[in-house]
């Protein structure tokens, strides 16, 4: 659940889980799914015959992927093969300088009525391009973030970080900030190596209903996600309330990626449902990135009661952190002897849910929406299982698929909205990585770039991943890119690079 240059773990090391197998439907999370919305084929659509509820994905076989070769890691390297790439992409990739946007301010067109969108409308927004980079600010060095988000409205002097240690050995950070006196930001970082203590800590917690206004309910929580939020809250809830004295009219909006998605979707609870800060105060929007379950059943139903239309959960095909924990789970039951012992959970999803989903032109462009909420998380491919080296729970690649999942639905890759240029640009590309990763070549110490420029271009289909695509989506803001076409490439880890052939 790491992102940037310590997500180089892989999932499989990094959860460490046996988990059991799930039932169809877990005794306290029912399947709420409701039929998904194929964006891209134009329409809600019934599930029918003989294929399961909640995985149909397009009209036809080949836009459900069903005839997609299994993702396979490239076993051609640099190493042991000779690499003619394409010339123009032999340097890192030069964005323009960040400009003033205000895409987070009314007046930049941020959708100030979020919550009364419908789901579609809700995915199809261009702000989730924005959000994307704000999942992925929480990760970045703090002096970067200024010339990033200025231009987008943030007042710069407001961005605070909080870190605070949730186990012996490990951290978790968020970031509060304000946009003018419109609106709050709520980010929380996703995990880095040692975290992995935090999110194999999957026991339920205590009873947890008094703390988001349902004390008869019984709410149980992941217990490492439940801490992490609580050593994290006294210093975001003050920083809240300060900037609701400062614009008391100001709505608050929640993003996280991966861990931090579960953060996310706990202090959007706690903000709106538990007491600590004045009534007036509004959880207006929540965006959950490659978001884990957090709680039980009763959570669920409490979060989707309060905050079910202004959340919008995206997952990518196959990625591993939403998978976890399971439906059903066996947990450590705690330390020492009581390690050796296991605790089963329930554990459930929360919000409204966009999955994204390949296509059989390649990419993760097939979206899968479910307006009320679900735990279907497959795509209906039959090569539906977690992709354990986190390839596709990676923001670049959420960036991406949703960017090309726009143009298959809309017919436009958004190349001159104010909102692609507000995050294609230099300023917001991770000045750690960006120095050291070359579109064309991986570098392992940066095998899994961030979201923007130099960044991952996903490809579920070698044959279908060219690097002219690849430069496109890096380097279109405004025009389209004038490089020649390039040869045929591989992906590996979703990175383009030319083979020459």
């Given amino acids: 659940m790491a992102q940037g240059l310590t997500e180089g773990l892989t999932g499989a090391r990094a959860m460490g889980l046996t988990p059991v197998q799930a039932p169809a439907t877990a005794p306290d999370t029912p399947d709420t799914t409701d039929s998904p919305t194929d964006i891209t084929s134009g329409g809600s659509t019934p599930s029918t015959g003989s294929t399961p509820r909640g995985s149909y994905i397009g009209s036809t076989a080949l836009l459900a992927g069903n005839n997609i070769p299994a993702l396979t890691r490239s076993t051609v390297s640099a190493a042991s093969r000779a690499v003619t790439p394409n010339a123009n992409l032999l340097r890192n990739v030069q964005l323009p300088k960040c400009q003033q946007s205000n895409v987070l301010l009314s007046a930049g067109g941020f959708p100030i009525n979020w919550q009364q969108l419908t ?122 309330a300060s900037y609701l004295k400062q614009a008391p009219g100001a709505k608050i909006y929640v993003i996280g990626h991966s861990l931090g998605a579960s953060l996310a979707s706990i202090a959007a609870l706690r903000l709106q449902k538990g007491g600590v800060l004045p009534a007036s105060a509004d959880v207006a929007g929540v965006w959950l990135l490659a978001s884990p379950r957090s709680g039980n059943g009763a959570w669920r139903d409490a979060y989707n009661a309060a905050l079910l239309t202004r959340t919008l959960r995206i997952t990518n095909f196959r990625d591993f952190a939403s998978r976890l924990p399971q439906q059903t789970q066996d947990c450590s039951a705690g330390s020492g002897l009581l390690s050796l012992m296991a605790e089963r959970g329930q554990y459930a999803q929360v919000g409204r849910s966009l999955v994204q989903c390949p296509a059989a032109s390649g990419g993760l462009v097939q979206w899968n929406l479910y307006s009320s909420g679900s735990e279907t998380l497959e795509c209906g491919s039959g090569k539906d299982g977690a992709d354990m080296s986190a390839a596709t729970h990676m923001l670049g690649a959420y960036f991406d698929a949703w960017r090309r999942g726009y143009l298959a639905s809309k017919g436009s890759d958004l190349a001159n909205d104010a909102r692609t240029a507000a995050v294609l640009c230099q300023e917001c590309v991770d000045a750690k990585v960006a120095s050291r990763f070359r579109l064309t070549r991986l570098d392992p110490s940066a095998a899994f770039p961030p979201a923007r420029a130099g960044g991952p271009v996903t490809c579920f289909n070698d044959d279908n991943c060219r690097v002219q695509r690849a430069w496109n989506a890096a380097t279109s803001v405004g025009s389209t890119s004038s490089a020649p076409a390039a040869s045929l490439t591989r992906c590996n880890g979703y990175i383009c690079s030319d083979l020459g052939v």
């Fill in 119 to 240: 789901a579609q409308q809700q995915a199809e927004h261009p702000i989730n391009m924005v959000m994307f980079q704000l999942g992925y600010a929480a990760y970045q060095d703090p002096q970067q973030l200024p010339g990033c988000l200025g231009p987008m409205g943030i007042d710069t002097k407001s961005i605070k970080f909080v870190n605070a240690r949730d186990t012996p050995v490990s951290a978790v950070t968020a970031v509060v900030m304000k946009a003018a006196n419109e609106r709050i930001f709520v980010l929380f970082k996703g995990s880095d190596i040692p975290n992995v203590i935090t999110d194999l800590n999957c026991k339920y917690s205590g009873p947890a209903g008094a703390a988001f206004g349902a004390p008869t309910s019984d709410i149980r929580m992941h217990d490492g996600f439940y801490r992490a939020w609580q050593v994290l809250e006294k210093d975001v809830v003050a920083y809240v």
